[in-house]
């Protein structure tokens, strides 16, 4: 059979899983297979290890995590490339201290900001007539289009593998997961799924197709109204799903729909098939000439192998951008959880204020679990949408970082403490930073503290036309730390789901060329996070969660609406950490109107030494040295 093969060619047994040396092993597996015709039609050179699964996702199950199994680093983010004699690590800002030290000596780092593209690096240092390999399913159609041209033009080909080689050399590889879906009721959607189908059904037609793959598994929870748990701190299932002018069909293991789920499914017209049967569909609508839609940034190249190129419409999913423009019973529902969620993290700092003056020895895997604890205690609540980022000291500037329960730095009074975490509720999402400091602050942190919380208002503060998007606004939360030239190596914002991805498209905030603008529209919600980071030293991040409303303004210039944003977390930023003789008047004023809205609304939730600790982050500011 297919695995007593594998094993017989690679020489596998169950030692290897116990190999200290398994990973070096694991590289030379893999190279080894690059010209086995048992995987390859004909020897390849390279080989391309994408994050994303099959439906482009940024988090993934553990069964699809292939590029952190061969490379051992672990961020969300990044590609690796092993060639013959290489192995590359391609990451973004975030991650460059996570993946210097998570990579071994058989790999090299290719930071973003500084190293050449994939591409560019593939034609540069491959020979002429060389084939680069990639698996269909885990690569985008956009992405391999680009490669594909690129390479093209070096004289060079891109082969689609079938059998995903990382898969072969990967002993012990977890299996996909089989948990339930759950409906997500109209209580906390506002809109029933049947009407978000016919909205679709509206775009189609308007397009001129007559079918849209759906790939994204957001976009198909949100379209459904369901929600699921294959993806930790995600809640989303692993799915495809088709609109046609007359038919509704969701493609996903069977084994995970229970019997309500499916009467709910039936009651709206929606056929349930088998996951895979996906790609028999695909071939029906080649061979009926139908036009289908497909977003080539969330399909995959499989999916478009499937379809004659003049059959398919390459363009954004009309589901995303629905799914962006929250409905107010969803602004609602995410405030109402951003209040909880605030209460829990306000008890959670008045805690660890209280545990390091007694003197407690706590580390930063310790502190997190305890915050996990009070956001368990919240009603709706269901798990955490991330992994906590609780950064003692240098640790806070790596700006992706994870405790470890073995390696967990200690934290202490003496030290800045940079927690950016966040909670799934039934009613919304949460995501939220704080840096505080439990002892006496230096100068300089206090300075750097106040640039980026000017960049907070900065952006908070913005009124822009209808129009705009997150690019053009990007500047705002750097524009203090430019003066003093400083600055971070990250977006200053994302989307938010409504119990779905904390990381939600296509909105944001960030200085990335893209392909597509995207206008920032009411409902959308973003997060406003400017930062600091200095290496071996500290971090400094605040984060909020914001979403965009209509703005009236004293005029209507050539009758455009202009837009703004409103707050939704409510989390003090400690006054001990500002440094106010930096501020003018209507900085001042805003953090106070902010604190005085944060007492109002948080108050009622809390008591005992959570009040009081409350009570003195969010009272009127000292301005006797500003």
Known sequence: NKESDIA??????????NNPNMMTT???RLRESFHNTRYVKNPIDAYIVYSEDAHQSEYVPDADKRRAFISKFDGSAGTAVVTKDSALLWTDGRYYLQASRQLDGDWTLMKATEAPTIPNWLTTNLSPKSKVGVDPKFISRASAK???KTLKKADMELVYVGDNL???????KPAHPKNPIFLHPVKYAGKDFVEKIADVRTAIDQ??????????TDEIAWLFNLRGSDVEFNPVFIAYASVTKDATTLYVDPEKVPDDVATYLKNGNVTLKKYSDIYSDLRNFKENNLKVWLDPAKSNASIYNELISKQVLEKSSPVAHAKSLKNSTEISGMKESHRRDAAALISFFSWLEDALKEGRKLDEFSVSEKLAEFRSKQSDFVSLSFDTIAGSGPNGAIIHYRPEKETAAPVVADQLFLCDSGGQYRDGTTDVTRTIHFGTPSQHQRECFTRVLQGVINLNSIVFPKGTSGRELDLLARQSLWKAGLDYRHGTG???????????????IHFRDTPVKVPLEPGMTVTNEPGYYEDGNFGIRIENVEYVVEKQTQFNFGDVKFYGFDTMTMVPIQQKMIEVSMLNKSELDWIDRYHQRVFSEISPLLEGRALQYLKRESAPIDRSSS
């Open 207 to 216: 397009s001129q197709c007559d079918a849209l793959i759906v790939s994204a």
């Open 8 to 17: 017989d060619f690679f020489g596998t047994s169950e030692d290897n899983n």
């Open 146 to 148: 680009t490669l594909e």
């Open 494 to 508: 994302h989307g938010v789901g409504a119990f779905l991805n904390v990381h939600e498209g296509p909105q944001g």
């Open 26 to 28: 694991a590289l030379a």
């Open 166 to 172: 990382i898969d072969l050399v990967w002993d012990g």
